[in-house]
Nanobody, 123 residues
Framework: QVQLVESGGGLVQAGDSLRLSCAAS????????MGWFRQAPGKERAFVAR????????SYADSVKGRFTISRDNAKNTVYLQMNSLKPEDTAVYYC????????????????WGQGTQVAVSS
């Protein structure tokens, strides 16, 4: 079983950047597809980005495409989410997740989750 811990959230202004990190332990993440999701107050948990276990193929939600970049460093057992040009609507708790399903974008297909890190973007 893999344990995930997110960090890097905070309060920023619109247009700023943040980099979230997700440190894994227990198992190597090299065999997992890793995803980032977010949940705003009163809303469902939503897919943000994912990176495939092998080959590094990525996928993004339309709302973040061109602004966010997901990456992984298997040697450090860590996944990152670089967030640029942040907008107030990006405000949410951001979660890191892991799955053995290569192209999963539905949160129900991710069995392993971190505790989340809060991102707040002021206008």
């Amino acid at each position: 079983q893999v344990q995930l811990v997110e960090s890097g959230g905070g309060l920023v202004q619109a247009g700023d950047s943040l980099r979230l990190s997700c440190a894994a332990s227990g198992r190597a993440i090299s065999s997992y597809t890793m995803g980032w999701f977010r949940q705003a107050p009163g809303k469902e948990r939503a897919f943000v980005a994912r990176i495939k276990a092998s080959g590094g193929i990525t996928s993004y939600a339309d709302s973040v495409k061109g602004r966010f970049t997901i990456s992984r460093d298997n040697a450090k057992n860590t996944v990152y989410l670089q967030m640029n040009s942040l907008k107030p609507e990006d405000t949410a708790v951001y979660y890191c997740a892991a799955t053995n399903i290569d192209y999963a974008t539905n949160h129900q297909n991710y069995p392993y989750w971190g505790q989340g890190t809060q991102v707040a973007v002021s206008s």
